[in-house]
């Protein structure tokens, strides 16, 4: 799971798996706001959020997500959101980083 909460204390996002759900803080109370689901290929391993951050005005969500393959092969996606007024929709998403995971072990015997 992770945690944001936007600079000007609007909005906190939540996100667990390939979900994130945008809470608006209207009159003091949370209310669901926006479900967001990651644009995941089918055929991809399992999903975990490694980090969502909203950016300095507010109006921007980046979320950062790891895909786990094998042990040894991980991909990391990133989105961008916008979070402007009532609507938020996916504004962007970077091309996937493939990452080799090295064993801790491998490089103790190197």
Known sequence: MSLAISPDGSQVALGCGSLIVI???????????????????????????Q?????????????ATQEFHNSNTHTVNMHVWTCAENDVYQVSQLDPLLLTVVSALLISLL
């Open 23 to 49: 809470y608006r803080i209207i009159n003091g109370e949370f209310q669901i706001s926006h479900q967001l689901m990651t644009n995941i290929d089918p055929s991809g391993g399992r999903i975990r959020y």
């Open 51 to 63: 980090k969502l951050r909203f950016s300095v005005d507010s109006k921007r969500l980046v979320s």
